[in-house]
T-cell receptor, first 108, second 118 residues
Framework: DAKTTQPPSMDCAEGRAANLPCNHS???????VYWYRQIHSQGPQYIIH???NNETNEMASLIITEDRKSSTLILPHATLRDTAVYYC?????????FGPGTRLSVLP | NAGVTQTPKFQVLKTGQSMTLQCAQD?????MYWYRQDPGMGLRLIYY???????DKGEVPNGYNVSRLNKREFSLRLESAAPSQTSVYFC?????????????????FGPGTRLTVL
């Protein structure tokens, strides 16, 4: 599975959009991009995934660049409850590699 | 619909003791996984089971054994616990969709078991 690079931490003001970047320059043509988050020490929670088209669901939007070498997770209106570690994972499944992720702090 | 459940929530063991961590899912998923998470780190895959009756090693399998008891249940056993196995253990399940080339795998996680080995 391809490796990903994420900033270790980010801050975002409550009510504003949080944009979390991820680099995955070695992604293969059939690998999906997945985003999970982990709030405090709970089990990771699935957010969204995509192949090459932009995706949106009730939680977030995923923007994947045309060359698929990077992506951005967008939380449109961040709340204090969105404070968590966000993991960007690229792979075929069955053997995900969770890196250290980005610690997002939503500030009041 | 409980999703993925794990027992126990907390456990303290002495070095050399054995124990089994239990995991069950009610989503009728074929695939199940065991991960460990050390403080400040991401998750690392210990073992996974792509379907009932099959198991495969992940990144850090040494010191562990697994059993896929049926489609719902996947247990993780520590035969002789060591302090290096102090960690939080997460179980997950998923349904893999797609074919040989394109496939998606959305994993759903349990609440975790916090294990301390003294």
């Amino acid at each position: 599975d391809a490796k990903t690079t994420q900033p270790p931490s980010m801050d975002c003001a409550e009510g504003r959009a949080a944009n979390l970047p991820c680099n995955h320059s070695t992604i293969s043509g059939n690998e999906y991009v997945y985003w999970y988050r982990q709030i405090h020490s709970q089990g990771p929670q699935y957010i969204i995934h995509g192949l090459k088209n932009n995706e949106t669901n009730e939680m977030a939007s995923l923007i994947i660049t045309e060359d698929r070498k990077s992506s951005t997770l967008i939380l449109p209106h961040a709340t204090l409850r969105d404070t968590a570690v966000y993991y960007c994972i690229v792979g075929l499944g069955q053997n995900f590699v969770f890196g250290p992720g980005t610690r997002l702090s939503v500030l009041p | 619909n409980a999703g993925v459940t794990q027992t126990p929530k907390f456990q303290v063991l002495k070095t050399g003791q054995s124990m089994t961590l239990q995991c069950a899912q009610d989503m009728n998923h074929n695939s199940m996984y065991w991960y460990r998470q050390d403080p400040g780190m991401g998750l690392r895959l210990i073992y996974y089971s792509a379907s009932e009756g099959t198991t495969d090693k992940g990144e850090v399998p040494n010191g562990y054994n697994v059993s896929r008891l049926n489609k719902r249940e996947f247990s993780l056993r520590l035969e002789s616990a060591a302090p290096s196995q102090t960690s939080v253990y997460f179980c997950a399940s998923s349904e893999v969709y797609g074919g040989e080339y394109f496939s998606t795998d959305t994993q759903y996680f349990g609440p975790g078991t916090r294990l301390t080995v003294l």
